[in-house]
């Protein structure tokens, strides 16, 4: 079966971790453990992954640098796709039997230039600082921040993915039973000119977004969205929290306004987005629960045969 698998930042880095080379590269090891399992079941994949703490890593050398070497985001974008992708690429290979083909692909993903994200900045990048911290930032930088979780972060625009460039050559590779690691952090963003030409901008497309039109455009049986949560939560954070099991998209996105727009937010329209679109289910777990997930019995199922919520019982 094919499946687009998107790996959140626990994939990469454990919530809270400083985001260290030893850090990131124990993490990937274990989700590239987690992945190589499932390719060793039959099941192709089609990996993707996130960048924001990356991305906001590399923007913070980048102004440490000489002022003329300061890199716009599309470049940092590129490079993040890189540093990850190789990283992951490395651990799967070294996690796969000898001869099998990995290859990461770099992608760039088409946006609207009239898209209204790009004047109010919603996706957090980088480190999280304290209030008065961030605030000194962004009047330094001419920066936007706003909270996230416990603390403060810098936010960039996140326009809508409308296509993704390097789809037909993903496909291709797909085919030729390529395990394909692309549209990482969402793919880097562009804009087509009247005349066609591409143009590399300032943002950071929504990983879970691109990730979803990728499984549509490549014919996905299943799209998975691994993060750091076994599943998406009624009543997140309050004692009454519960853990949905089975949904269908519009008894999901009924309770649409309850997830959170930074995080499971995204995940829950991507999930929505698939189902509708293509008929065929979406799963939201966590990283180490790959093979529950596949077998329909951890995480929360995304599919048109299931129109009310249904619940786990007892402790999670
Ligand atoms: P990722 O890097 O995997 O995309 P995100 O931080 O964007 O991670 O999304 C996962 C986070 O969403 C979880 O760590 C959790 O704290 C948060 N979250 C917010 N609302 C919910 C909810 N309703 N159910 C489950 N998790 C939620
Ligand atoms: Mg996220």
New binding site residues.
Partial sequence: MLIVVAL???ALLR?GERLSAENQHRAIITAARVLAAAILKGHKLVITH?N?PQVGLLALQSLAGPVEGALPLDVLGAESEGWIGYALELALRNALPPGAEVATVLTQTLVDATDVAFSVPTKPIGPVYDENQAKRLAAEHNWSVAPDGKGWRRVVASPQPQGIVEIASINRLISAGVTVICAGGGGIPVCAGADGCLTGVEAVVDK?ATSELLAEQSGAALFVML???GG??LD?GSKAQKMIAKAGPAALAAHAA???S???GP?VAAACNFVRHTGHPAAIGALGDLAEILAGQKGTIISPGHETLSYYSGAL
């Fill in positions: 959140g930042g626990n919530r996130g924001g879970d993060t750091d949560v998406v939560y997140y309850a997830f959170q930074g995080s499971m995940k």
